[in-house]
């Protein structure tokens, strides 16, 4: 087996090799340790069959890990500057694909009709640029890809607001989005020094198991999301004060949101963070 790339002295090498400058505006801190990317790729439970998608391949040493369990990888990278070392990082593996592109303005769903022909399991698997963890997530999610699920690193405040059960302090319109498509969990947490340069923050792996059905039945999804972020604009305001502020129209369709909040027998004076997904979805 060709040696990982995931260490500190081949990292370093790599790196002095290219002359190579981290650029925190693109969220650049690379793992150095391979138990760790084994143990995200065993959460994925990726096997000989399966595609991965990997955003953002750093100099490879995920995409390695990758490789190695999956039938293929396709990963995007936004910089530049990363391609050639890829090339030679990743040249032992010929069933990696790098498309140089922001991930946010790929075309996701065509990537994996085009690459991915006669794969039905796929999983997005990746250490995300803390810049973008969030809208990188929603993006997956909301264009409702073919995949089986996500597991990827992200800061573990992110991780903890995204798994949150009603009435923490960390439940909010973030946890009711993604778990309004997946079952979400956090599945380990990662110390600082297994990166480099070292984050700020500290960070932690979750894993999104896409539901078949949404969690919840609703008429308009569109206004659900409207709802759930209304109702958690002002968290020390009651669900009645945010619901009138924030929705459009609210002042004059008091009565209104008040009598859909008595049918769904929800006090109109708890507050947003109180609500299950099944009662905004009433
Ligand atoms: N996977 C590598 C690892 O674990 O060592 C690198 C992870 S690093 C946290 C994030 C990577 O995402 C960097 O390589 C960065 O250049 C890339 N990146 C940042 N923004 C991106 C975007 N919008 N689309 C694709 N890649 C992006």
Redesign the pocket.
């Known amino acids: 087996m060709n040696k990982d790339i995931?260490t500190p002295v081949r990292t370093r090498t790599i790196l002095e090799k290219y002359g190579f400058s981290f650029?925190k505006s693109?969220?650049?801190?690379?793992?150095?340790d391979t138990n760790i990317?084994r143990k995200i790729v065993d959460f994925a439970d990726i096997g000989e069959h399966s595609g991965a998608i990997?955003?953002?391949?750093?100099?490879?040493?995920?995409?390695e890990q990758l490789a190695r369990s999956s039938k293929k990888v396709v990963a995007?990278?936004?910089?530049q500057r990363?391609l050639p070392i890829l090339s030679e990082t990743l040249s032992p593996y010929p069933n990696v694909k790098i498309i140089h592109?922001?991930?946010?303005e790929?075309n996701v769903q065509e990537v994996i009709d085009e690459e991915f022909t006669t794969l039905k399991d796929i999983m997005v698997v990746?250490?995300?640029?803390?810049?973008?963890t969030t809208p990188?997530i929603m993006k997956l999610l909301e264009e409702r890809l073919p995949i089986r699920g996500i597991v990827v690193?992200l800061q573990k405040e992110v991780a903890d607001r995204i798994s949150a059960s009603p009435g923490t302090k960390d439940y909010g319109s973030l946890s009711i989005a993604v778990q309004y498509y997946t079952k979400a969990e956090t599945v380990m947490i990662v110390p600082k020094t297994v990166?480099v340069p070292q984050p700020n923050v500290d960070s932690a792996v979750i894993r999104l198991t896409r539901r078949e059905k949404p969690a919840v039945l609703v008429k308009d999804e569109g206004f659900f999301f409207q709802v759930t972020k209304a109702s958690f604009a002002q968290r020390r305001k009651t669900l009645l004060n945010n619901l009138t502020s924030q929705l459009p129209d609210g002042k004059q369709k008091k009565e209104e949101i008040l009598s859909a909040l008595h049918e769904s027998k929800i006090e109109p004076s708890r507050r947003g963070e109180t609500l299950s997904l099944e009662e905004f979805a009433d």
């Open positions: 995931a650029k693109l969220g650049q801190n690379f793992l150095i990317l990997e955003i953002g391949p750093g100099i490879g040493a995920l995409t995007f990278e936004i910089d990363l592109k922001d991930v946010l790929a990746a250490n995300l640029p803390y810049y973008v990188i690193m990166f």
